[in-house]
C-alpha cells in the first residue's frame, strides 16, 4: 500500500506494519535535503521500536519505578537533521502523550516534541524534520510515549523510529 502523507507533520494512514519502507515514504524530502539512515535504538533490535505503553511500576500515584517509556537511539555519524516517525498499533483509539529530545555530548539537551496524539491504528506522525544545532554533537534522539499525567495512555501500543539526514 503507497503512503500519501498530507504534508510533512501531518497524520498519515496505511503504514504497513513493521516496514522499513513505512519511514522512507512519508518523510518527504526537500530538493536539498541529503539522504536519510535510520538510526538503531540502544540496547535493542531495529530500526523500528515496537512498545506499550506501561503504568510506573511502583505504588499507585507513584512516579517511582521504571516504565518502558523512553527509548534512545544512537547517533552514529554527523547529520544536518533528525526525523521521528511515530505510528498507533492498538485498535482503540488512545492518548499518546510524546516527547522528544535531541541529546548532545556535552550533558544538554533540547525537546524537539512534546504534544498528545490521538491516531487510528495504523496511523500516525513524522515529526520533524529538526535540524541539528550549530556548535553542539547530537550523541542520542530520546523518544518518550506515555506519562504518569495520562493513565488513560496504558495499554496501548506503537511504533517508533529516527532518522538522521545528512
Known sequence: MLLRPSSPGRLWAGCLAGSLACGALLAPQPASAGPCTFLQPIGGTGPIVKKRVQRPKGPIGSTIGRTNWNTDFAVDGSYSSY????????????????????????GSNLRVVNETLKPALGT????GPFPAVQGKRVSQVNFKVGTAKE??????????????CR
Not at 156 to 161: A, G, L, M, T
Open 83 to 106: 526525523k521521528l516517525f511515530f505510528t498507533a498499533d492498538s485498535t482503540d483509539v488512545g492518548s499518546y502523550p510524546i516527547e522528544a529530545y535531541l541529546k548532545f555530548t556535552d
Open 124 to 127: 500516525g506522525k513524522m515529526f
Open 151 to 164: 493513565p488513560g495512555s496504558t495499554g496501548f501500543s506503537y511504533r517508533i523510529s529516527v532518522q538522521g
